[in-house]
């Protein structure tokens, strides 16, 4: 496998993760701020994860461009 089929791979690899993490919060139940404010929680740790994942897909972008291709 080259570098661009794996570098596709791990791009979409982690869309799908970033994608079911989002899924998990719920729309609040009404339409007022503090029905919003319950939902904080859940939308720190979910801003948290996204850094988190997209500091691990910056890493790997970098050390995939540091890398060189494997001659055949």
């Known amino acids: ?3 661009g ?3 596709a791979f791990s791009d979409g690899v982690i869309a799908i993760i970033i994608t079911i993490t989002v899924l998990l919060i719920e729309p609040p139940k009404g339409n007022s701020l503090s029905d919003l404010m319950e939902l904080m929680p859940l ?3 979910y801003t948290v994860s996204f850094i988190m994942i997209g500091t691990n897909w910056a ?3 970098h050390l995939l461009k540091l890398s060189r291709a494997q001659k055949k």
Do not use: A
Request: net charge positive; proline share 0%; aromatic share 0%.
């Open 59 to 61: 890493n790997h972008h």
């Open 43 to 45: 939308i720190k740790v």
């Open 5 to 7: 089929r794996l570098e």
């Open 1 to 3: 496998m080259d570098k």
